[in-house]
């Protein structure tokens, strides 16, 4: 199976590409999409659906995961994380592909083993369990998501 993990952001949406297979993770590919500030709302989403769109055709995700959006004390930037998600979720919804949601604590504790992790530590243990070498920090939250999206299909998926 390969997942396709995304950290929203209007600034920059990390995403990572990881294949599993019931036992193994292996690392595919990461990246940033980064969108300028002093561009407009309109502008910026469509800079991520598209490169979104690059990523899904480049790398042909079976599956995806996002990270659900966390409401912090300014709702501005809450709203502006929400519509980022929005066109990562539209992106892969009209190629065809269903996304998964995982809160950030779930994230942090499947990778970390603690729910309150600092990004640090995600992206350390992310290079530990990929092998992948040093991963931005976007990124790694987005391989983060990837992992947790796997363990999580194992943990609840069927016997056969």
């Known amino acids: 199976m390969r997942i396709l993990g995304i950290d929203p952001g209007l600034h920059i949406t990390g995403w990572g590409v990881i294949n599993y297979d019931g036992y193994h993770l292996k690392y ?3 990246g940033t999409i980064v969108t300028k500030p002093g561009d407009t709302i309109s502008w910026r989403l469509n ?3 598209k490169e979104l769109s690059n990523v899904v055709e480049d790398y042909r995700p079976n599956e995806v995961a996002i990270e659900e959006v ?3 004390n300014n ?3 809450s709203l502006k994380l929400g519509m980022a998600r929005g ?3 539209c992106c892969v919804g009209v190629l065809g592909l269903d996304v998964s949601e995982y809160t950030p604590n779930k994230i942090k504790k499947s990778v970390v083993g603690a729910g309150h992790a600092t990004k640090d530590q ?3 243990m992310v290079q530990i369990l990929l092998n992948c070498g040093s991963v931005k920090l976007d990124a790694a939250d987005a391989l983060a998501v990837a992992i947790c999206h796997a363990h999580n299909k194992t943990k609840y998926q069927e016997p056969s």
Do not use: D, L, R
């Open 75 to 77: 709702p501005h930037s």
């Open 47 to 49: 800079e991520i659906y």
């Open 87 to 89: 066109a990562a979720i």
């Open 28 to 30: 595919v590919a990461h």
């Open 122 to 124: 995600i992206s350390t």
């Open 70 to 72: 966390f409401v912090n």
